[in-house]
């Protein structure tokens, strides 16, 4: 049996998993990477070189804010949440992935 390799993810599915991680309430980047990769079983690693550029650009898109805030065990951290907006495209994005999962699984199968 061999162990399963941490997989590099794709910037849609990137976007797509810290949507839905910041949608279960104000997470900070460190945070969302290691909830991703718990909740992941350990095979989805999100590097900080990809993590941080993305979180950027998903608030430049209006879908997170941010804001300072007391870490309570250190010093002060960006808290990412979702907007109205967010939570919007949050719901497309899942519609659109899981169409796209099964179009991949259909073609698997045959």
Known sequence: MHMAKKT????????????????HGPIHGYGIAQRILVTSKELLQVQQGSLYPALHRLERKGVLKAEWRE???????????LTAAGRTCL??????????????????ES
């Open 91 to 108: 719901r497309q994005e899942m519609q659109q992935w899981q169409r796209y999962a099964g179009a991949v699984a259909l073609v698997l």
């Open 71 to 81: 870490t309570g065990t250190g010093p002060m951290a960006k808290f990412y949440t």
């Open 8 to 23: 590099d993810l794709i910037q849609g599915t990137l976007d797509l998993l810290i949507l839905k991680t910041v949608a």
